[in-house]
């Protein structure tokens, strides 16, 4: 009778999460979508930052520990990049939206980040084929080294 009582217990907990995510993004949709585009701009930045001081915290203890290699945590570091052009476009919201800004610049300026996130994903590629070819050269032999 208890395993059937915690199924129950386990049961009404996923619901209640999933209901409480359910509404909580309602609300965050309803606040969005009454922001201007300034504040839109703001929290967008806010967001990105938050994002980039977390996950450069967590990351440069897991460096100095010794959990993360210092390989790999430069190609890290660079899938980090597209973070960081999200929070200055977050912040340039607040000059993009000023009146005489050109339509086109804005706009150029919006559709830089996926260029730059693809270009980022290409930097990093060439990064992990490069970290592939040292670790395969350190386990070769000793004589296949020398040809």
């Not at 980090?80 to 607040?94: I, T």
């Amino acid at each position: 009778m208890a395993r059937g009582k915690r199924r129950l217990r386990r049961g009404v907990e996923i619901a209640a999460g999933f209901l409480l995510h359910i509404v909580l993004g309602a609300i965050l949709v309803a606040v969005v979508l009454t922001l201007t585009t300034r504040d839109l701009g703001l929290l967008v930045a806010v967001v990105a930052l938050t994002i980039i001081f977390f996950f450069e915290l967590v990351f440069q203890h897991n460096v100095r520990v010794g959990r993360i290699p210092e390989e790999r945590a430069r190609l890290r570091r660079v899938l980090m990049l597209p973070m960081v052009y999200l929070a200055a476009v977050g912040m340039s919201f607040l000059f993009l939206d000023a009146p005489g800004v050109d339509p086109g610049v804005r706009l150029a300026v919006i559709l830089t980040f996926p260029v730059l996130t693809l270009s980022v994903v290409g930097w990093s590629l060439v990064i992990m084929r490069r970290m592939r070819r040292r670790q395969r050269e350190r386990n070769l032999p000793e004589q296949a080294r020398v040809r």
